[in-house]
């Protein structure tokens, strides 16, 4: 009976604790927020509060986001006028749908302050969106690599070069370990979480026909589709569950993977003897491959302005730029040489970019522009035109045929020009 | 009988074996580190000092933020449950004991709140809770889960009412009460055991969700909308050790009120 009427009582009260505790929340602090998309992963968000913010001029708030709230957010505090956030971290895709609305605030008084960070020029320019503004200032990069386990290494086809691999070498390499071991060691992140709509958006697209959009549904796409599907008869069943490639490497169930380089960062840190690191592969038109860019913008309306503006010359400072690249695996936006006392596993990653933006053959094919919210539909139109010729088998032709048709009503929705690889356009992107 | 009781044993074993192979198998590698986590065959203990094998949980309990949301946790879902049950315990007697127009409307009505997901409304929530100035604070969070939990609370202590025979009730206004009087002294104590479970019930749906949370909240997340939400994304050994600070309390929680549980079972399949 009385814990029944403990029980009874205890619950209004405890209500009406919640309700007192909650109180005091509300008085807004005075440390600006820094809302970022990036480093959310628990040790690289630790590492940004215990490293990067520590000896910062300005003492913020880092507060990790999915790119879904982080989009919701942002917008509702500019629906409502009440601002929280003061400096935004996000892809270059995340902001992009700001700048249409008038989201984000023209950082060009900030340009001559950082000139002698040395960011690339390139890399500005796309911080511009195309305008006369800046909107965002680059803050990090990072690309999709390759990364094999030295035990694969033998079993390289005659005459390959690790570092510059083409698509066919790199199916026979798989072939032979098959063969030689009954496995199929051969590793894509084709899982729920995974970010295999960036292959076939970057890389092999790229690769194999030079374009993207106009070259979708071209002969050479389905010459491309029929080989990747060869392909895939030795890639490991298990790679349409798998979601960072760190993972099935460091346990042994693949031997070579592609994956994102924060995403094989984890294999190649802790096991640094164990694996190597190399470029993607390259097919007829070249070796494609996609940078990615995360930059920092200020909202319009942010509460503390001046102090977000300090923060971004803080974090495009040469040092700190190091400090990013030891908390996580992108690598800095200045065109810095990769020190030389970096950890193995990190040289590792930075040397194979290094080699892949340096290769005769590189062909940058940047994230899809100018789709806006749409981006997400856009890259299932791969993931499912991927589905149906290789994994259940569909003619190549028809799936191309319906699959680019869907393409170009999303294009046509949000008017979306064509990008790299894609050659300039002068309307809406067309599908050939 | 040695062939029966041998089955028996076997399978009480099959069944402890299902529950704590994996449990072992969590611990195992929350405290190894990464190394376990990938080594095969397994060591059957944590190898290395004791302080070694306490240093990955060390770790992730001192996360900058993981305390303060662990307290936003509670009052949240705290919050959620006062109001719940306040609102949800009438609605479920009323659903139990009087026939009215439209009480099978009501129940289905109550059910759509469930049908529109929350990533559509997010935006104009966002907006709203901004405007009522509940934004980033745990009340709002909250209410917003208190509409998620309220379907339940409701249809659950429905049925529960509905398994107190209304003869009772009845029995004890012959004797004197008033029907708030028989309401306090005759039916919640022998509902009391299913309203613990309709209150646990709504604490954890709060306690869980993710996306309501992280979308009303900046500076003050639940701890899911802190940690969790991001866990997929770490490491496997912290993936793990994740896992095992979560499951500990729980399996706490669940031997402490073992009894308790037949008993709202009892009641709620009467």
């Not at chain 1, 008085?27 to 809302?35: I, M, R």
């Not at chain 2, 745990?138 to 409701?154: N, S």
């Not at chain 2, 866990?231 to 912290?238: C, G, N």
């Not at chain 2, 979560?246 to 399949?269: E, K, Q």
Request: aromatic share 10%; charged share 15%.
């Amino acid at each position: 009976m009385t814990p029944k009427r403990m029980l009874l009582r205890l619950g209004p009260v405890c209500a009406v604790a919640a309700l007192a505790l909650a109180g005091p929340n509300l008085a807004a602090a005075a440390e600006p927020v820094w809302l970022s998309t990036q480093l959310r992963p628990i040790e690289e968000a630790q590492q940004v509060r215990t490293v990067i913010l520590k000896d910062s001029p300005v003492k913020a708030q880092f507060i990790a986001d999915q790119p879904a709230s982080f989009t919701v957010r942002v917008e509702a505090e500019a629906k409502t006028g009440h601002h929280v956030v003061s400096l935004l971290g996000a892809l270059h895709g995340e902001l992009e749908p700001f700048v249409p609305l008038g989201l984000l605030q023209p950082l060009d008084s900030l340009v001559p302050r950082l000139a002698a960070d040395k960011i690339p020029n390139s890399l500005m320019q796309l911080g511009k969106f195309g305008t006369q503004h800046q909107y965002y200032i680059p803050w990090m990069q990072a690309t999709y690599i390759m990364a094999a386990n030295r035990k694969a290494l033998p079993y390289l086809p005659k005459g390959a070069n690790l570092d510059h691999l083409t698509y066919d070498q790199l199916e026979q390499w798989a072939a032979a370990i098959h063969k030689a071991t009954g496995q199929r060691m051969l590793g894509f992140p084709a899982g729920p979480s995974g970010l295999m709509h960036r292959f076939f958006e970057g890389y092999l697209y790229p690769a194999y026909t030079g374009g993207l959009v106009t070259t979708f549904r071209s002969p050479q796409a389905v010459a491309m589709w029929e080989s990747f599907r060869k392909l895939w008869a030795q890639v490991n069943p298990n790679s349409t569950n798998y979601g960072f490639m760190q993972e099935p490497l460091l346990s042994g169930d693949v031997w070579i993977a592609f994956d994102h380089v924060a995403r094989l960062q984890d294999a190649l840190r802790k096991r640094p003897n164990d694996f190597v690191a190399f470029p993607a592969p390259s097919g007829p038109k070249g070796l494609a491959y996609m940078p990615v860019v995360a930059g920092l913008a200020i909202p319009k309306g942010a509460p503390h302005p001046a102090q977000a503006a300090a923060l971004i010359a803080y974090l495009s400072k040469p040092s700190t730029q190091i400090l990013t690249l030891k908390a996580s695996s992108f690598f800095p936006a200045d065109a810095l040489p990769t020190p030389g006392n970096l950890e193995p596993g990190l040289k590792a990653e930075g040397d194979a970019v290094a080699k892949m933006l340096a290769a005769p053959d590189a062909k940058p094919a940047l994230l899809p522009v100018g789709l806006g919210a749409k981006g997400g539909e856009f890259d299932k139109i791969f993931l499912d035109t991927f589905q149906r010729i290789v994994l259940r088998h569909e003619d190549p032709a028809t799936v191309l045929k319906r699959e680019g048709d869907a393409m170009q009503r999303i294009l046509n929705d949000v008017h979306a020009k064509c990008w790299a690889p894609d050659p300039p356009s002068a309307g809406t992107c067309q599908v050939d | 009988m040695t062939a029966r009781r041998l089955f028996f044993l076997a399978g009480v074993v099959t069944l402890c074996a299902w529950v704590l192979v994996p449990l072992y198998l969590i611990a195992l590698a929350a405290t190894g580190g990464s190394a376990v986590v990938h080594a095969w065959p397994k060591p059957f203990l944590p190898t290395g000092a004791l302080a070694a094998t306490l240093a990955p949980l060390a770790r992730f309990l001192s996360i900058a933020g993981v305390w303060p949301a662990l307290l936003t946790s509670v009052e949240t879902a705290l919050v959620c449950v006062a109001i719940s049950l306040t609102l949800g315990l009438p609605a479920g007697y009323a659903l139990a004991r009087f026939r009215f127009r439209g009480a099978v409307l009501f129940r289905v009505l109550v059910l759509m709140t469930r049908a529109f997901p929350v990533a559509i409304l997010a935006l104009p929530l966002a907006v709203t809770f901004i405007h009522l100035g509940l934004y980033d604070t745990p009340v709002g969070v909250g209410l917003m889960h208190t509409a998620l939990a309220l379907p339940f609370t409701i249809l659950v202590s429905a049925s529960l009412f509905q398994a107190i025979p209304a003869e009772l009730e009845e029995a004890s206004w012959v004797f004197g009460c008033s029907r708030l009087g028989a309401f306090r002294r005759v039916v919640m104590p022998l509902a009391l055991p299913g309203i613990a479970a309709a209150a646990t019930f709504a604490f954890v749906i709060s306690w869980n969700e993710v996306f309501a949370a992280s979308v009303l909240t900046v500076r003050h997340r639940t701890l899911t909308a802190y940690l969790l939400a991001i866990l997929p994304e770490s490491p496997l050994d912290v993936q793990f050790t994740g896992a095992f600070l979560l499951v500990v309390p729980s399996v706490i929680f669940i031997f402490l009120v073992r009894r308790r549980l037949f008993s709202i079972w009892g009641i709620a399949n009467r």
